[in-house]
């Protein structure tokens, strides 16, 4: 269950939004990956989860390629995507948003289950099962959203920004969060963010990038401890 | 009073024929973003077909149920043939916008004139297969007929099997999901691309229902079914584009709208009707009665 | 030199059509009749694809009801004609005003809406117009009303045909379009068309009244196609609810997009073609045993089929296939140096 990335490049028409980026993550860690707007991090998740076409390089997860594999197949193979934003279906219910997670799942029961572990984890969306997707305050769509991926029992989740938009308050809650579930379910989790301190804190590996590039890549508590990286890269 | 309640039963009747059309508009515009201009032909060959089976067994439902088939198919083929290859070619240049809609109304071409070039432009007719006599109450008489009555009913039927599955069943979900965010769809294990072939053929089923509900005792040409297309199409705005219920609802306002006027004004406002709705609901209510947020520059 | 010569604006622009009259002219004398008589046809295309053009290659909206503006045309031109005795020019004037105002009207609800909801509305009025026209009698019903242009003035000679006749003011009135819509593009007007097509927001920023545009590119589409709308009535001595079917408007979009929607002079190319394969496909439906559905079919067919086969493989004309070629071609020979 290791995700492994190897010289990736991706270009986005002429703009080359990631330049040769390698790096490992061991089952069950936490990695954060940081960097300025535009530094390439969604695009480095949404190559990772199928979305957006790699131009070179390797990725695999658990020794099988990933790269070239549509979202809807890399899913079943227990990569879960969060994506920046707006991650939850307006139109549809909180109850259909949270099926979605399991809706390709041949065990209706595990889905039941894991269903139910995720509303005592999150009990707002338990008394809000009924209402529109629409109609749930930003943190709550942010739980909606990991609830659903939850539900898909992943082995590697992508988090693309939770903190987007959300109290430091609310924040810190779903971070918190994230490293208990971690500990319980032992999956991989890649954590976007621009969050650099409250990211690292719960992290166990750090990932830099600027302008598409890897500056620095590393142990976390290493990393948040380099006053160079600090001063440059991590705005604290 | 009873004139009223008659005008307002036909009206329904009219209407809810609109709100089948409006429906499979609906589905295609849901999953594809497109307007699909060809359901008139796909609906017009499928009625062709239900004719030819009703000639060979005289049986109404065999007829139906093998238009229904056919349109089903039909829908499949034109999303997996005409659809996919478009948007793989065109992605950008002064046509691209406007290129689905483009092909749709080439497509609309070409099956009436193969429909026209297989039983040829004359009128045919089918018969209904209940009575179409109006009902009378001892001396008075309502314009409305055993056949009406199925009509509705067969309308309702359709709306009641589309509510269970768009609400009750995983693959109702996934239309839904598909429709409105197709990448979290994707990302949530959805085939995005087959559920998109799966919304055609329901719309095209839809279409085909449509089609041989209004044609019995009337004459059925190749272009018998364009101004249910256009009446289908303003229900469909009345409703709003991406509303199923909103499509429904949209064809009983104009069934009913055009019943009362034709009652009450005359028949020459028939289609002026159509169209002056059509405008009312756009200058008024951009969005459509059940709209949600979005604006109509999709 | 000759770059110079041809950028050289307006004036080379009516050079050139004055030229392309003259040459037509002489043309006419020396083909068969039915030659001509197609002649007259392939000019009231070029008008009414111009029309297309101007609307959904430069301002990026679509109509699919182009045939219904012609149709306005055709009838006020007969009602102008047959009311207030109006000399036969003075009809044609009468006809792209009348197609003018329903394209403002209708433009004007349409500014505001696009894509589905403007291709939907266009074909309503495509195809619900002709039925309207059946069901007043002051249009005149099915037969509808009649609409002559008069005999070719005399001092012409005796066997100056009407189809040469036909074919003079067509051709006049396409050359004189054509002439006209080239300046509209070039002009501040045109840039604006363009500008908005390709990013409507961006136009928006850059202080375009983007609705008022829009109504413009519309008024003026529609009265283009009135005009054409008008010229199809002379040639066929009324205006009549029938020659303006909804396949009409599908012909006129395939010679659009065959036309390379963003070129007004592809414009002859998609109308020789409308004219050519209805005269083609009546040829093979006759070899093909000449069945009546046949005949009425084929043509349409070959019509929607070129139509999709376009959208699908050319999707910005045939010429842009050249260009791209030309280009590669260039860049081929460049590297061989
Ligand atoms: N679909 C696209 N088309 C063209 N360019 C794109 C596209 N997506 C991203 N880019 C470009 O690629 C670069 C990286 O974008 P990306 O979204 O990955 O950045 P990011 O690190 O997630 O930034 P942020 O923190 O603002 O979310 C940017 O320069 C962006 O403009
Ligand atoms: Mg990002």
Redesign the pocket.
């Known amino acids: 269950m290791t995700l492994t990335v190897n010289n990736l490049s991706v270009d986005?028409?002429a703009?080359r939004?990631l330049n040769e980026i390698s790096f490992t993550v061991a089952p069950g860690q936490i990695a954060a990956v940081i960097?300025?707007?535009?530094?390439?991090?969604?695009?480095?998740l949404r190559t990772l989860s199928g979305l957006t076409h790699a131009t070179t390089g390797q990725a695999t997860w658990e020794g099988k390629d990933i790269l070239g594999k549509k979202p809807e197949n890399l899913v079943r193979s227990g990569i879960a995507h969060v994506s920046?934003g707006k991650s939850v279906i307006a139109e549809l219910s909180v109850k259909d948003n949270l099926a979605l997670g399991g809706i390709w799942r041949k065990d209706k029961k595990d889905v039941a289950l894991a269903t139910q572990e995720v509303l005592e984890l999150f009990p707002r969306l338990q008394e809000r099962l009924g209402q529109s997707a629409d109609t749930l305050s930003g943190g709550e769509r942010q739980m909606l959203a990991i609830a659903r991926a939850l539900i898909s029992r992943p082995g590697l989740l992508l988090l693309d920004?939770p903190s987007l938009g959300l109290a430091p308050l609310v924040v810190a809650q779903i971070f918190q969060t994230l490293s208990q579930l971690r500990e319980r379910l032992g999956f991989t989790l890649v954590l976007?963010e621009?969050n650099a301190m409250s990211a690292l804190k719960i992290a166990d590996i750090g990932i830099i990038i600027n302008l598409?590039r890897l500056v620095a890549s590393g142990k976390a508590s290493d990393l948040s401890n380099d006053p160079a990286l600090r001063a440059a890269y991590l705005g604290y | 009073m009873l004139a009223f309640i008659s005008t307002l039963l036909i009206g329904i009747t009219v209407g809810a024929i609109y709100s089948l059309m409006a429906l499979s508009l609906v589905l295609v515009w849901r999953s594809t973003r497109v307007i699909n201009f060809a359901q008139a032909g796909q609906a017009i060959f499928s009625t062709y077909v239900a004719y030819e089976v009703i000639q060979r067994t005289g049986n109404f439902i065999l007829g139906m149920a093998a238009a229904v088939v056919v349109g089903a198919l039909l829908g499949a083929l034109v999303e997996v043939l005409l659809m996919r290859t478009l948007f793989k070619r065109i992605h950008s240049g002064a046509v691209a916008a406007v290129a689905p809609v483009i092909a749709t109304l080439g497509l609309l071409g070409v099956i009436r004139a193969s429909v026209g070039l297989i039983w040829g432009n004359d009128g045919h007719r089918f018969d209904a297969p209940v009575s179409t006599q109006a009902f009378s109450m001892g001396n008075t008489v309502i314009p409305f007929s055993r056949f009406n009555l199925l009509v509705i009913a067969t309308a309702a039927l359709v709306m009641i099997v589309f509510t269970v599955i768009f609400q009750k069943t995983s693959l109702g979900l996934s239309l839904r999901a598909s429709a409105f965010a197709p990448e979290i769809a994707r990302l949530s294990g959805i085939r995005v691309g087959s559920i998109r072939t799966i919304g055609w053929a329901f719309a095209g089923a839809t279409g085909a229902v449509a089609g041989v509900l209004i044609s019995p005792n009337d004459s059925l040409t190749p272009n018998s079914l364009d101004l249910l297309l256009i009446f289908g199409f303003v229900s469909a705005v009345i409703g709003g584009l991406d509303s199923l219920i909103g499509a429904v609802v949209g064809g009983l306002v104009l069934g009913i709208g055009k019943a009362l006027i034709l009652a009450y004004l005359g028949s020459s406002l028939d289609y002026p009707t159509a169209f002056v709705v059509l405008a009312i609901v756009l200058i008024v209510r951009p969005g459509g009665i059940f709209s949600m947020k979005r604006g109509r520059n999709a | 030199m000759l770059k110079k010569f041809f950028a050289n604006g307006v004036r080379t622009r009516f050079i050139g059509t004055i030229a392309c009259g003259w040459f037509l002219l002489l043309a006419a004398d020396r083909v068969d009749p039915l030659r001509v008589y197609q002649g007259g046809i392939v000019a009231i295309y070029v008008i009414a694809i111009a029309s297309v053009i101007l609307l959904t290659g430069y301002s990026g909206q679509v109509s699919l009801g182009q045939g219904a503006f012609m149709a306005i045309g055709g009838f006020s031109a007969a009602l102008s004609s047959k009311y207030w005795h109006l000399p036969f020019f003075l009809t044609l004037i009468v006809a792209v005003l009348a197609g003018a105002l329903a394209g403002a009207l209708l433009g004007g609800g349409a500014a505001r809406l696009s894509g589905p909801y403007l291709a939907g509305i266009t074909l309503a009025l495509a195809i619900g117009l002709p039925n309207l026209a059946n069901q007043f009698s002051f249009l005149g019903g099915e037969q509808g009303l009649d609409y002559s242009v008069g005999d070719p003035p005399l001092r012409f000679g005796m066997d100056f045909t009407t189809d040469k006749w036909f074919f003079w003011i067509t051709g006049l009135a396409a050359l004189i379009t054509l002439w006209w819509t080239q300046n509209i593009l070039m002009s501040r007007y045109g840039r604006t068309w363009r500008a908005l097509r390709s990013n409507p927001a961006a136009a928006q920023l850059a202080g375009i009244h983007v609705g008022r545009v829009k109504v413009l590119a519309f008024t003026l589409s529609a009265g283009l196609a009135g005009l054409a709308g008008a010229l199809l009535s002379m040639t066929l001595f009324y205006a009549l609810p029938s020659a303006f079917p909804l396949s009409l408007s599908f012909a006129l979009v395939t010679g659009a997009v065959l036309a390379g929607v963003t070129h007004l002079l592809g414009s002859m190319l998609g109308a020789i073609v409308l004219v050519a394969i209805p005269a083609y496909a009546e040829l093979l439906a006759n070899k093909l045993g000449g069945a009546e559905r046949v005949i009425a079919n084929l043509p349409g067919l070959m019509i929607s089929t070129l139509l999709i086969l376009a959208v699908l493989f050319t999707p910005n004309g045939p010429g842009e296939q050249w260009r791209t070629f030309k280009e590669k071609k260039g860049k081929k020979d460049r590297q061989t140096r």
């Open positions: 986005h028409g703009i939004a960097g300025a707007n535009g530094a390439g991090k969604t695009t480095l920046e920004e976007v621009q598409g």
